[in-house]
């Protein structure tokens, strides 16, 4: 459905990888939502779009929590994906 975009930090234009990390726990928050939420695992492309959102905020969230113990390892980020299909960037920030 999607494909990862490098996410960037806040402020710059310089563009850093994913973490493994981050996207473990962006695969893992998606996966345990999909299920819990569709058992059967049938849901439409928009169901999808949501979830990888939320899944999105949440690691987010954890990183702002992260860059509170250690800015300088771990810094503010956004994380942006696009949309196979569409070509479509969308990026994610906390709010």
Known sequence: MAR??????????THAQ?????????????????????????????DA?????HSLELR????QQLNVMSPHEFPLTEFAYVDNESEDREVVRAE
């Open 49 to 53: 779009r949501l979830l990888l959102r």
């Open 18 to 46: 994913w973490s493994a990390r981050d996207l473990r726990g962006v695969n893992r928050t998606f996966s345990g939502l999909t299920k819990l939420i569709f058992p059967d695992g049938v849901m439409i492309k928009e």
């Open 4 to 13: 990862r975009s490098s996410p960037s930090s806040s402020g710059s234009d």
């Open 60 to 63: 987010l969230r954890v990183r």
